[in-house]
């Protein structure tokens, strides 16, 4: 693991590592409106990355995916086999956060200073359903647009123009979208300044469609077994994650 030159930032709420050499930043929960409201105020674009063990893999392998995992504005580890390989590694303990409760306690610390989001992906029904459950949930959160994913290429240009007027503190981008959590990355200069985070499949959460992982699964890295009733196939995630083993293993072999 790469610690030479770690970010720390004011008050240690946030340092920045390196695993694989991928970046990882290590916060408190409690101490996240700390740390997004500096980034807002600042200006410009800022991407969140929900990091998971796939995605680890992928910016290693992927230039275009490291390149936006490279320049986040926070890298969140979501995985518990991140968090062991930190340790692994290094010794450092990092804590990991479930998806699910990351944004809602993203979502109560722009309510605080009653800022705004945009929603984009999703089906419809869902969306909708979606958003009326975030509206009751947080009613000083501001709400200042929502689009539906799978939308036609033709359409795309008056979906950046509408959310460019709409200039939300927060856009919230979900399943559906061309390119996944890479449409944030590609049209990354035709946003407008704020957050930009993909989450993924939340949307049928925040619609109770679905059920996030419990608490303790989520906490003994057992969730996959929900998602593999859902999705057979990743049984066959167990091959990167040896993959992954090794290289943790080599690299503490050579440092």
């Known amino acids: 693991m790469d610690t030479e030159n770690p970010i720390v930032e004011p008050g240690e709420i946030r340092e920045r590592v390196n695993l694989l ?8 929960l409690d101490h996240l409106p700390d740390i997004i409201h500096p980034l807002l105020d600042s200006g410009g ?5 929900l990091l998971s063990l796939g995605d680890l893999l992928r910016a290693r392998r992927n230039k275009e995916y490291r390149s936006y995992v490279l320049s986040a504005s926070l890298v969140i580890p979501i995985a518990k086999s991140l968090v062991g390989g930190i340790r692994f590694v290094s010794g450092k303990q990092v804590s990991r956060y479930m998806p ?5 306690r993203l979502l109560a610390g722009l309510e605080e200073r009653e800022l705004s989001l945009y929603l984009l992906g999703g089906k419809l029904k869902t969306l909708r359903r979606a958003e009326k459950n975030i509206r009751q949930t947080f009613p000083r959160l501001r ?8 939308f036609k290429k033709a359409h795309e240009k008056d979906l950046l123009e509408a959310i460019r007027k709409a200039s939300p ?12 959590e890479r449409w944030i990355a590609r049209h990354d200069t035709e946003l407008p300044p704020g957050l930009r985070l993909w989450c993924s499949d939340l949307y ?7 059920k996030h992982p419990s ?10 077994i929900g998602f593999c009733l859902h999705k057979p196939f990743w049984v066959f995630k167990v091959f990167p ?15």
Do not use: C, T
């Open 21 to 28: 050499k991928v970046p990882l930043d290590i916060i408190e």
């Open 45 to 49: 674009g800022k991407n969140i990355v």
């Open 100 to 104: 699910f409760h990351f944004v809602v």
């Open 143 to 150: 709400i200042v647009g929502r689009y539906a994913g799978s």
């Open 169 to 180: 503190s927060l856009l919230l981008v979900g399943k559906g979208v061309a390119g996944g």
């Open 204 to 210: 049928e959460i925040f619609a109770e469609q679905r």
């Open 215 to 224: 608490q303790y699964a989520f906490d003994h890295g057992l969730e996959w």
């Open 241 to 255: 994650y040896l993959y992954y083993k090794m290289l943790l293993l080599m690299y503490r072999l050579v440092n």
